[in-house]
């Protein structure tokens, strides 16, 4: 079968040459005898994911009763009740390298250093950083060249390498969660336009300049760019995949949309521990910008690995859209206080609405297979502390959405019998995911308990 003009061998889109644009395409069973040597698997791929909130959780309401598929959720996943058959509430796992140990103070930049390495971080404000490689940046280096883009990393605060932002503690730990290598953080993108252009724009940086300035100047979609293209391409699909890619083209251009609204509000940023006199506005519209994101890199296979940092930890956001006007991080040290542990309930519901918003775009998409894009993901939704106040680093309050391609169980709460190391999780993620290791970080084994 003769390819369209304009569809790459990779399953792309490519536009005119100059044009600085690269739909890529989503997974749609006609594609793959369009574009020979695709990227677009036969059988969709696993991906992984990685959510991480702030500062522990009220206990109270976050715990879950009961065990197994026969169980009461905290009040905190109220908003994750239509999903309850497609996430997994696991309790018991901790991060011994999050703890004071010999280095005292410093729980809330332990906390996001550790959550996804499972190593200590050095205790330095200097240059001198030490952590370890994070299984998200593990799981790229082995299966990273299967797609345009090895991961992506994604934050909704500016990230920061310098300065001490926690009792001793470089910046660099409070505001990366993913770890290229020991010494190596992974910034996190915080612009939305910049992680959509990342994903489709194309060729060199001047190239990738002009397209956005004309779009940007002209007030023209990047699908003006592709439009007789993608006409070609829906010409040589059935039925099935033409409203398939039609409603893929639209989501595109509704995030698009998005980001013209985002972009005259500021992007939050976090100034050292000075409150700004204004909250940033547009706080969930930024969450779910990022989310979006997340997914079309999942949709399109641009990448099968990815994390999200709601915020920082440590951080001192103020929630007025929930009538919660104190910082996060000053309720967090909330000493049994009725009225704090109420208003961080309110937080941690909110952030769970964000988590439950990425989790229905997910199941949303629809696979060539005809399991969504969440059955074939696993998703983890976690904090690096349990109770802020206690700052305990055990009993970490974790989530595990999505099947791994129907090898994940769901629908239960999985009340381990000991606290067991996080990196357990990690180990059985990456065999699922593909990727062989037997050990990573502090892991004593692996934690199949999460298998069907």
């Given amino acids: 079968m003769t390819s369209p003009a304009g569809l790459s061998r990779r399953g792309f889109l490519s536009g005119l040459r100059g044009l600085g644009v690269s739909l890529a395409l989503p997974s749609l069973p006609s594609l793959r005898a369009l574009a020979s040597e695709s990227s677009i698997a036969t059988t969709p791929a696993t991906r992984m994911a990685f959510v991480y909130v702030p500062n522990g959780v009220n206990v109270e309401r976050w715990r879950s009763t ?6 009461t959720p905290g009040v905190t996943l109220e908003p994750l009740a239509d999903f309850r058959d497609d996430f997994q509430v696991i309790t018991g796992l901790a991060h011994l390298n999050g703890t004071a140990g010999p280095d005292g103070a410093g729980d809330h930049a332990r906390a996001t250093a550790t959550i996804l390495t499972g190593a200590r971080p ?20 082995h299966i990273g060249g299967a797609t345009r883009l090895p991961s992506l990393e ?7 390498r310098s300065g001490d932002c926690d009792s001793g503690y470089s910046c660099a730990y409070s505001f990366n969660m ?7 953080p992974a910034a996190a993108e915080a612009n939305p336009r910049l992680v959509f252009e990342r994903l489709f724009g194309a060729g060199q940086g001047e190239e990738r300049a002009r397209s956005l300035a004309a779009r940007v ?7 003006d760019f592709v439009a007789e293209e993608a006409r070609d391409v829906a010409g040589h699909l059935d039925a099935a995949d033409r409203r398939g890619l039609d409603e893929y083209l639209t989501s595109v251009r509704e995030i698009e949309r998005q980001l013209e609204r985002f972009e005259r509000m500021p992007v939050p940023r976090v100034d050292d521990h000075m409150l700004p006199d204004q909250p940033p506005r547009g706080r969930r519209e930024h969450m779910q910008l990022m989310a979006d994101m997340l997914v079309l890199a999942f949709r399109t296979d641009s990448t099968r690995v990815a994390t999200l940092m709601f915020a920082h930890d ?6 007025p859209e929930i009538d919660v006007t104190d910082d996060h991080h000053s309720l967090s040290h909330h000493q049994g206080k009725a ?8 937080i941690d519901r909110y952030y769970m609405e964000q988590y439950a918003y990425l989790l229905g775009r997910l199941r949303d998409v629809r696979e060539s297979d005809g399991r969504t894009l969440l059955d074939h993901s696993m998703i983890v939704y976690a904090s690096g502390l349990c109770d802020g106040n206690r700052h305990n680093h055990d009993n970490l309050p974790v989530i595990l959405a999505g099947r791994a391609g129907g090898r994940l169980a769901a629908g239960r709460h999985l009340l381990l019998p000991a606290e067991q190391p996080m990196t357990n999780l990690f180990v059985t993620m990456l065999d699922l ?11 004593t084994g692996r934690l199949d308990d999460i298998r069907v």
């Fill in 217 to 223: 100047t002209g007030r023209r979609s990047l699908l």
């Fill in 339 to 346: 009225e704090t542990l109420e208003k961080i309930a309110r």
């Fill in 154 to 160: 994604l934050s909704c605060d500016e990230p920061r």
């Fill in 433 to 443: 995911a593909g990727v062989q290791a037997t050990q990573f970080g502090d892991s």
């Fill in 178 to 184: 993913s770890w290229r290598s020991a010494t190596q």
């Fill in 314 to 319: 440590g951080s001192n956001r103020t929630f």
């Fill in 66 to 71: 009961g065990s197994g598929t026969d169980y």
């Fill in 122 to 141: 050095r205790k330095t404000a200097g240059a001198d950083i030490r952590a370890g490689i994070s299984v998200d940046q593990f799981a790229a280096q």
